[in-house]
């Protein structure tokens, strides 16, 4: 059983935007906190950005912060990245996981930011 379902990807132009979702059984997302990451080709999988289980505490890697935003919907068991102001360098393919208590990754989705 994929413990999540990414969705949202695409190919956006440079500048562009997209909204991605994750989401998961209660069992996997209810009380633990929650990381997008993405893996570009031929480049090791790399964190996002985090959420807290409340949704208050969120942290972002450098490449993306002030550009990301991650959100979380607990009655969906659902975790969200709004990407703005995109850049080729953030094409890769994006991933939902628990980063205190990794479990199997799911397919993930296709960002591509190209002209």
């Known amino acids: 059983q994929v413990p999540f379902v990414e969705s949202g990807g695409g190919l956006v132009q440079p500048g562009g935007s997209l909204r991605l979702s994750c989401a998961a059984s209660e069992s996997i997302f209810r009380g633990w906190r929650m990381a997008w990451y993405r893996q570009a080709t031929g480049k090791q999988r790399e964190a996002v950005a985090s959420?807290?289980?409340?949704?208050?505490?969120?942290s972002y890697a450098d490449s993306v912060k002030g550009r990301f935003t991650i959100s979380r919907d607990n009655a969906k068991n659902t975790v969200y990245l709004q990407m703005n102001s995109l850049k080729p360098d953030d094409t890769a393919v994006y991933y939902c996981?628990?980063?205190?208590?990794?479990?199997?990754w799911g397919q993930g989705t296709q960002v591509t930011v190209s002209s």
């Open positions: 959420i807290g289980t409340s949704g208050s505490s969120t």
């Open positions: 996981n628990r980063p205190n208590s990794l479990t199997n």
